[in-house]
């Protein structure tokens, strides 16, 4: 009995809690998955600079990084940003990435 209850911890933990901390809108495949969503727009065409800033998941227990809308502009060095982008990624729900991609000039 103890070592089903163990099983069952294990087993709990590793059913995507990295993604969840990021994946929520999209879903989440079991094994691997890997999406790009827009976020918004402003009326002027896609910029010709490109800027991105990421955070990352172990587990869901430990998040770090910067994934802001100002780090991805400040990154890109791009003073008007015109189109806001997210990617993330999460594999096996033990590590995941959450990035925020900017285009502007």
């Not at 809108?25 to 976020?39: A, D, F, H, V």
């Not at 008007?80 to 990624?89: A, C, E, G, I, P």
Request: proline share 2%.
């Amino acid at each position: 009995m103890r070592n089903l209850l163990a099983a069952a911890a294990v087993a709990s933990v590793l059913t995507g809690c990295a993604g969840m901390a990021f994946n929520g809108r999209t879903g989440m495949g079991s094994i691997y998955s890997e999406t790009k969503l827009p976020e918004s727009a402003t009326g002027n065409p896609i910029g010709s600079k490109t800027g991105q800033a990421c955070a990352s998941s172990i587990l869901g227990w430990v998040t770090t990084g910067d994934a802001s809308t100002s780090t991805a502009a400040r990154n890109g060095q791009i003073q008007r940003v015109f189109t806001v982008d997210n990617s993330s990624k999460n594999i096996l729900g033990i590590y995941a990435t959450f990035c925020t991609v900017v285009t502007g000039e």
